[in-house]
């Protein structure tokens, strides 16, 4: 373990994770970029989608997170769990509710990073609009999202795409590299806040993106947002992507093995993007 990660601990069910690296060819990456998201976990690819992209985009989904503000402002002290009106939103299953965005999860550039980085059979795994207004200073747990709902395979992708400048300033991501090579950690519950793999780890970087532009991380890297400081709100939209066959796992891990377990495959939600590496259609 490196001093980063020195106060993880294995999740009970991660037995044998080995880190899977990525051959070329590659569609999206640079053998580079493909090496630095193995080595660090994460890779920025600045200027992915234009700015009309990113308009459009960005003119869908507000409205739609104006409903999550206001069903915020509507709960006790305005908040549920770390979800807080006026601070920060999480706006989930937006593919539900749009055509565009289903269209926008299966836009090119995408499913390229997809055949890069998951393989051909991909499957949507999970979409949400993270929008960070002015802050209330709290703190924001580091996690890995595989430690929310536990995947297996444990390694799928997530794609964090700006739709405004993302800053040290505003709420960026920031990343433990190399992390990810462990598989799944241990996480504990701080309420509200949601789960956390570790405090205070050291080696953590920013990973700063211009709007149109993507932090691509695994599923497996410890990550967080740093707190919005501007007078700005910071958007983002999340598209995470998990092969085909991929199942989330049920149970107590503190009480042995899992019980159950669900396949990833919800049509309206969890539905085919890329099949033997050719695209597919969203649902209409
Ligand atoms: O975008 C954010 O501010 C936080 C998103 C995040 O870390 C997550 O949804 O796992």
């Known amino acids: 373990m490196t001093p980063a990660t020195s106060e993880a601990e294995l999740h009970p069910w991660n037995r044998g994770f080995e880190w899977q690296r990525h051959q070329g060819p590659f569609r999206a990456l640079s053998s580079g970029q493909a ?12 200027g992915v989608f234009d700015a009309g992209v990113v308009h459009e985009v960005t003119a869908e989904i507000d409205p739609l997170e104006a409903r999550t503000e206001s069903f915020l402002r509507r709960q006790e002290e305005g908040r549920m769990m770390i979800a807080e009106a006026g601070a920060i939103t999480f706006s989930v ?25 998951v393989g051909p059979d991909v499957n949507l795994y999970w979409d949400q609009a993270v929008y960070k207004k002015p802050e209330k200073p709290r703190r924001f747990p580091w996690h890995q999202d595989n430690g929310y709902t536990y995947v297996e395979p444990q390694q799928y992708l997530t794609c964090w795409v700006a739709l405004t400048d993302a800053t040290v300033d505003n709420g960026c ?15 504990t519950f701080v309420d509200p806040l ?13 990973a700063p993106v211009g709007a149109g532009g993507i932090v691509v991380f695994s599923s497996l ?19 995470q992507y998990a092969p085909a066959g991929a199942r989330t796992l049920t149970g107590d891990p503190a009480g042995g093995p899992p019980t159950g377990g669900a396949a990833c495959d919800a049509p309206e939600r969890q539905f085919p993007v890329l099949r033997g590496g050719e695209a597919v259609a969203p649902p209409d």
């Open 194 to 206: 949601g789960f956390e793999c570790f405090s205070d780890p050291e080696g953590a970087v920013a």
């Open 35 to 46: 090496g630095h998201f193995d080595d660090d976990g994460y890779v920025v690819l600045e």
């Open 93 to 117: 299953h937006l593919v539900t509710r749009s055509e565009a965005l289903r269209r926008f999860a299966t836009h090119p550039a995408v499913l390229d990073l997809c055949a890069d980085l």
């Open 173 to 187: 991501p920031w990343v433990v590299p190399g992390a990810h090579r462990l598989g799944t950690l241990r996480h």
């Open 221 to 239: 890297t410890p990550h967080l947002t740093g707190p919005n400081t501007t007078d700005a709100v910071r958007k983002a939209y999340i598209l």
